[in-house]
């Protein structure tokens, strides 16, 4: 299985397809429930025997995985400006944290012929991406450290309350803890307009109205309005990791995060972009801008 076609359910998931009748109704169902509830959960995505390989080499990769910050804000790298920050109130949602307890491996460490990686550079899975997305193409990220990773959650492990700084995120979950790791969030819960600190401020203070949860499965693919919908992931139960993996897209060509949220995140980009040889200047974060 060296193909990365093989490794998803194309019987279920006419991926290749596009342009026949099956193709298009995928994507237009993708789409209409993208807009009507922000999310898209598509299980058994990868095929079992796909999973199996990429779980393995998971765990050969997890020694070289980086903790990162054990909080960290809804915002977390777009908190503002320092005096924009002094002026707000102890209790303001900018300035809440809320536990982060997660490892990453960056893109960097993740060997060319694993499965994940075949898969990522796979030109099929990146067409039918732009389709689903409505975008006209896409480009798989520039940045050497983010544009692929697997987070590892062991027992305990979460992710804080947030908003992502892309518009649409595009996760695989590579293997389900035991309980628990439940992906938990409120759909658009703010706007271009306005930012809705007061419904954030009670999600944050435990409310649990608007809530809502989904249980992933192994295998299953899911593509999520994060930039406007405050979400996390519930603490992991049990022994077994949870494996996600984030895909990064942009709709041009060279996009990376800026430096130190790649040093911050993964440890790995410790210096700035000038200083790194062989690098390319880093632009500023952009993911998939839709």
């Known amino acids: 299985m060296e193909k990365p076609a093989e490794f998803v359910d194309l019987e279920r998931y006419p991926i290749t397809s596009l342009e026949r009748a099956r193709g298009r ?5 993708i789409q209409n429930r993208m807009a009507a509830s922000c999310i898209c959960a598509l299980p058994g995505f990868l095929r079992p ?4 390989r990429i779980v393995a080499e998971a765990e050969a990769l997890e020694p070289m995985s980086h903790s990162g ?3 960290a804000s809804p915002y977390f790298f777009n908190y503002g400006t320092t005096g924009e ?17 997660m490892r990453q491996i960056a893109r960097d460490l993740i060997p060319a012929g694993t499965a994940i990686m075949l898969l990522y550079h ?6 039918f991406l732009a389709a689903a997305t409505g975008a006209q193409s896409l480009y798989r990220s520039a940045d050497p450290f983010q544009a692929l990773n697997i987070s590892v959650m062991d027992e305990g492990g979460c992710q ?3 908003f992502d700084t892309n518009e649409v995120a595009i996760t695989l979950l590579l293997q389900a803890p035991a309980a628990g790791g439940e992906f938990e969030y409120v759909p658009l819960i703010r706007s271009a307009e306005n930012e809705n600190y007061e419904a954030v401020k009670r999600v944050l203070d435990g409310d649990r109205d608007g809530v809502v949860q989904l249980s992933q499965e192994a295998g299953m693919l899911v593509l999520f309005k994060g930039h406007r919908s405050l979400h996390r992931v519930a603490p992991v139960r049990g022994t077994r990791r949870r494996f996600p993996s984030i895909l990064t897209y942009n709709r041009g060509r060279g996009w990376s ?4 949220r790649a040093s911050c995140i993964t440890g790995r980009g410790s210096k700035p972009p000038d200083a790194m040889e062989g690098s390319s200047r880093i632009l500023r974060m952009a993911l998939l801008d839709l």
């Not at 796979?122 to 067409?127: A, E, P, S, Y």
Request: aromatic content about 8%; cysteine-free; overall charge positive.
């Open 69 to 71: 910050p054990t909080d």
């Open 122 to 127: 796979w030109d099929g899975l990146t067409r």
């Open 85 to 101: 920050l002094n002026a707000l109130p102890p209790n303001h949602p900018r300035k809440r944290k809320t536990p982060r307890n």
């Open 160 to 162: 804080q309350w947030h």
């Open 49 to 52: 025997e796909a999973l199996v």
């Open 257 to 260: 995060a800026h430096w130190n």
């Open 25 to 29: 109704a995928l994507v237009s169902d």
